[in-house]
């Protein structure tokens, strides 16, 4: 009991110094693709590049969506996907914690 205990004492330890304060920013390495296609002149990277967008922020207001700052599928399609590829950029961040918790308790 007592030996769990302390295991479980480190572990909580542990995390308290491996939390970090979480924070929002705006990541620039997105891009989006579609099964779907385009519609009305619109473009599926106008879901990520911020154009429309007061500022580029995460408090950012939306213009009113018109075809130059918007993204619409093809007339027809209503069954696809739209994939947002992150650059990389969750993954090498799971990647580093999982990482950093095997050298703690190794």
Same mark, same amino acid.
């Given at each position: 009991m007592t030996r769990t205990l302390r295991f479980v004492a480190l572990v909580f330890i542990v995390f308290a110094f491996q939390v970090q304060h979480a924070f929002a920013d705006r990541i620039t390495t997105v891009t989006a693709t579609t099964t779907m296609g385009s519609g009305f002149l619109t473009s599926?990277? #106008? =879901?990520? #590049?911020?154009?429309g967008l007061s500022a580029l922020s995460?408090? =950012?207001l939306h213009d009113g969506s018109v075809p130059a700052n918007s993204w619409v599928s093809s007339p027809g399609a209503v069954i696809g996907t739209v994939t947002f590829a992150l650059g990389g950029i969750a993954e090498g961040? =799971?990647?580093r914690k999982l990482t950093t918790l095997v050298e703690i308790f190794t």
């Open positions: 599926i990277s #106008n =879901a990520v #590049n911020g154009v995460l408090t =950012a961040w =799971a990647k």
